[in-house]
């Protein structure tokens, strides 16, 4: 099996080859992609320097991939997908470009595995906060039906990739911000991507729609307001979720212990601070709940807290468990 990384220089891109490693990802030949600036120098991987080459379609017909994994943008992305589905290679996609087509599957393993076998070239990595969203919501909504879900996030600057952890480098020495449109040092910003006339951003309306089609929940009420932090690394996601059967809260903690990919981190009774935080998730793999509690109004609605490496599990861990599961669904083998 041949496999691209298009994006190989960047936040992602790199994690992407640092799991390749770590999960013995087996390949014929890797072949690595970014733009005309990183073409010509190497990267090791296993051990072996590969070439970075610049994302010209002459560069990708004439190599026989199989699978592309895509981490260099919205725009990269749907100039240069189409030329590896035409040549027959399988692209997992991190970006926003084809998520809510309706032949794109958009994947979490753990949740909607299953749909995978349904791409026509492209299957689609959700984004990084809804990915750790969806997986404590998943087991709320199976065991207790959700009706509604309200997020709030506190995302980490590593999410706009090297641009972001600049920033917060910049104006933490006392300059100005360059990415962002106020300094991220000592501050919180409510502003993530472009804002939409109904006064949404973009980052929130993705959280809202990519929750829908995941769950295959198109009339689930989903909220968000998406915040930028000054944390370096992992993501964490306020959740108010309302449901129709009244939630046991002991019963919910041990159903997301039994849930792969899931680490409960919750003792509310002792005075203890375990619940979870980013610097316990950076770096990670897995997504850590905790702070489970009912509402004190409502008592159909619950309130939890989770966190997660948005480099791994919230991009390129997710596409490459989406990799493996496909393999093993009956993909091309290795
Ligand atoms: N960071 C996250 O938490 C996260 C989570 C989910 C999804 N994503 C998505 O992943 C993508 C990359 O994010 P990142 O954090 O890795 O950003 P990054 O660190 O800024 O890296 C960007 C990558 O894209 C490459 N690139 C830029 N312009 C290109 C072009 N014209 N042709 C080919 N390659 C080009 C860059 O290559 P050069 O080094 O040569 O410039 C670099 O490899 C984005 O779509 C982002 O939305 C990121």
């Not at 929940?217 to 932090?229: F, G, I, N, Q």
Request: charged content about 20%.
């Amino acid at each position: 099996m041949n496999i691209a990384i298009v994006g190989a220089t960047g936040l992602v891109g790199r994690t992407f080859l640092r799991i390749i490693e770590e999960r013995r990802i087996a390949y014929d030949n890797l072949y690595l992609y970014a733009s005309a600036r990183s073409a010509g120098t190497t990267i090791a991987v296993n051990g072996v320097d590969h070439p970075v080459l610049e994302t010209t379609a002459a560069n990708i017909r004439d190599k026989a991939i199989d699978v592309a994994l895509f981490s260099a943008g919205k725009h990269v992305s749907k100039t240069l997908a189409p030329v590896f589905v035409e040549t027959g290679a399988l692209v997992i996609d991190n970006s926003s470009a084809f998520r809510m087509e309706a032949d794109v599957p958009l994947v979490v393993p753990e949740v909607n595995g299953v749909d995978i076998n349904r791409h026509h070239g492209i299957i689609a990595n959700p984004n990084c906060s809804t990915i750790q969203s969806v997986l404590p919501l998943s087991v709320v909504d199976f065991y207790y039906h959700a009706t509604r879900v309200d997020y709030t996030t506190y995302q980490a600057v590593s999410g706009s990739g090297q641009k972001g952890l600049a920033d917060l480098e910049q104006t933490a020495a006392g300059g100005a911000p360059v990415h962002y449109p106020h300094p991220i040092h000592n501050n919180a910003i409510p502003h993530i991507d472009d804002f939409q006339a109904d006064g949404f951003t973009y980052e929130e309306e993705k959280m809202i729609c990519e929750t829908q089609k995941i769950l295959h929940r198109e009339e689930l009420e989903v909220s968000a307001t998406c915040v930028r932090v000054p944390v370096a690394h992992a993501h964490s996601v306020s959740m108010v979720v309302t449901t129709t059967e009244r939630v046991n809260l002991d019963h919910l903690r041990s159903y997301l212990r039994d849930t792969d990919g899931i680490v409960v981190l919750d003792d509310p009774h002792n005075n203890n601070n375990i619940y979870p935080t980013p610097r316990q998730a950076a770096g990670t793999d897995s997504v850590y709940v905790g702070r489970l509690r009912r509402d004190r109004f409502d008592e159909h609605k619950i309130h939890l807290f989770c966190t997660a490496d948005n480099i791994r599990k919230g991009a390129a861990l997710n596409a490459i468990q989406i990799l493996e599961t496909w393999r093993k669904r009956g993909g091309k083998d290795e």
